[in-house]
C-alpha cells in the first residue's frame, strides 16, 4: 500500500471513530485534500486529527469536528448553503461536494484571497466567497436552506436565524467563553426554532466587524 493510500485510510478511520458515519460526508472529506488548505510547518500535520494554526490568529478545525458539523447539517444535493467563517476554506470545499452553492463570509480579508486561490486550484465552481461581517449573514442571498457557523457566539445570532427559510438547519457552536461550549442544531419551524445540543467543542469566538487584514 502507498503512504498516501495509507494515509487516506487511517484519516478516514480516525473519523470514523469519533461518529462520522454519513456515506456521502465520508466521501466528499476523503475527496478534498486538507493538505491543500494546511501550509508551512504544519503541512506535515494536515492529515492528523487535530486542529492547526492557520493566518491572521485563526485554526482550521480538526477533520472529525468539521466531519461532525456537517453530518449534523443534513445537506442535500439542491440546498444553497451559508458557511460563515471562511477561515482556511477547508469546510466550505467540503460542502461544495454536497450542495448546489456555497456562500462563505470571512472578516478577513487574507483569509478569503487564499481560499479563493485554493478553491480555483482544486476547481472548485459553486463556492462564492466574501469577505465581510458575518454575523449579519448574507440578507441579500437569503434564504438558505442550511447555515454553518464555525466561531462560537454566546446566542445564535439573530440575524442568521432570520435567514434560515423554514425546515432548514444551523448548526453552530454557543458558549460564553473560549472553555465552555457546545455545538448545538437549530431547525426552523413553522412556529419557532429547535434546539438540540450536539456535543462540547472549542472554537475561536464569533467577531463583529471587517478585520483589518
Known amino acids: ?15 470514523r471513530s469519533k461518529g462520522v458515519t454519513d456515506a456521502r460526508v465520508l466521501t466528499a472529506m476523503e475527496t478534498v485534500d486538507r493538505g491543500a488548505f494546511v501550509t508551512g510547518i504544519f503541512a506535515d500535520r494536515a492529515y492528523e486529527d487535530m486542529p492547526l494554526p492557520i493566518a491572521c490568529g485563526q485554526t482550521i478545525s480538526q477533520p472529525s469536528v468539521v466531519g461532525l458539523m456537517t453530518q ?3 445537506v442535500s444535493p439542491r440546498d444553497k448553503v451559508l458557511e460563515v467563517g471562511t477561515g482556511s476554506g477547508y469546510q466550505a470545499a467540503i460542502l461544495s461536494l454536497l450542495a448546489r452553492r456555497v456562500y462563505t463570509i470571512d472578516r478577513h480579508r487574507r483569509l478569503v484571497r487564499e481560499a479563493e486561490t485554493v478553491f480555483r486550484r482544486l476547481d472548485l465552481t459553486n463556492i462564492t466567497a466574501i469577505a465581510g461581517d458575518g454575523s449579519h449573514g448574507l440578507p441579500d442571498q437569503a434564504p438558505f436552506d442550511r447555515i454553518i457557523v464555525t466561531a462560537a457566539a454566546e446566542d445564535p445570532p439573530g440575524p442568521l436565524l432570520a435567514q434560515l427559510r423554514e425546515g432548514g438547519i444551523m448548526v453552530l457552536p454557543v458558549g460564553q467563553s473560549d472553555t465552555v461550549q ?10 419557532g426554532y429547535d434546539y438540540d445540543e450536539l456535543r462540547p467543542v472549542r472554537f475561536v469566538p464569533l467577531v463583529e466587524g471587517l478585520a483589518q487584514d
Not at 500500500?1 to 473519523?15: V, W
Open 1 to 15: 500500500m502507498s503512504d498516501t493510500a495509507e494515509r487516506k485510510m487511517r484519516f478516514l478511520y480516525a473519523l
Open 72 to 74: 449534523a447539517l443534513e
Open 182 to 191: 457546545s455545538l448545538i442544531r437549530v431547525t426552523r419551524k413553522p412556529h
